[in-house]
DNA sequence: TATTGTTATACTCTATAACTATA
DNA sequence: TATAGTTATAGAGTATAACAATA
């Protein structure tokens, strides 16, 4: 009768309501914070991935979970501006591995700056409420050793 | 020197990440949900808003925070599968008050209903850590009495 | 034959500007 | 004149399908 003993609770309805509100405001934070830099969200996203870790076109589209084709643009144009460049993989000449410039990684560092999101909010929290926060979130994200998630075939 | 202490703290850092990892999460699974009704992300917000209240179309840009012109493309979307309907309003000639219909309406449930983020991990954490999640979540957002944010004008 | 990246195409979302009809 | 909604337009993200180069 009840399969989902959550469902009905009115207090996870209410922390489901205010995880959509952390949603809208850290998405409405980042559009922002991109914009500022003349950059999408799309566009913010993959630069930040390759200010990470210089990645071939074919793995981007699987961290963005989008199709690869449609990353071939959105690096076209961060290296219309000089933030990214594709680099040839001495290994396989089918792969072009894309990284940041250094004037990418100069605008990632501003863009990460000008995300004020969660850190100033934060900062009204003491440490240890910090910390029951980060536990919880873990939790929820099923991060924490011994609940493996199904679906991770290694 | 430290405008901001909560900027080079790691524990902070590791929040921010994790709320940048939900964020993601609840993306993808809004967006798999709306699919699974043929719905764009956009359509489904709409639709879910329109089903709590019959709302103006400048309304809804405004709670969308889009530009009013989008909100014409995304009604008629909706409209043209029988979602949604404008409306007169009596008072003012000029407002169109878009309305969910019945089979929008239950659409919306189905959609909620496949929303199963939040609530399945949920599941997994006790009465008082959802009461501890939910009442971070609140300050987190300065949603508390006594922490009035700055820039609220009234 | 399979894989990588690209191109071509179509649809949706988005902002901007100009337009209509009401107020 | 100001406001509500729309239209027209252009740019960007997205998926699908087909393609060239390489494995």
Redesign the pocket.
Known sequence: MTPTPARSDPLTHEVVELIGSVVARYHEEYELAAAEHAL????ARVLTLLTREPT????IARQ??????????????LEARGLVE?RP?PG??????AAATERGRATAAYLREGLDFAREPLAGLTQLERSMLRDLLQRMLGEEPGAPEPGETS
Not at 40 to 43: D, E, H, K, L, W
Not at 56 to 59: A, D, E, K, S, V
Not at 92 to 97: E, G, M, N, T, Y
């Open positions: 999408t969200g799309a566009q071939p076109m074919r793995q963005l979970k989008c199709e690869p084709s449609n990353v071939t643009g959105i690096v076209d144009r594709r993989d396989d000449r089918r792969i072009k591995v």
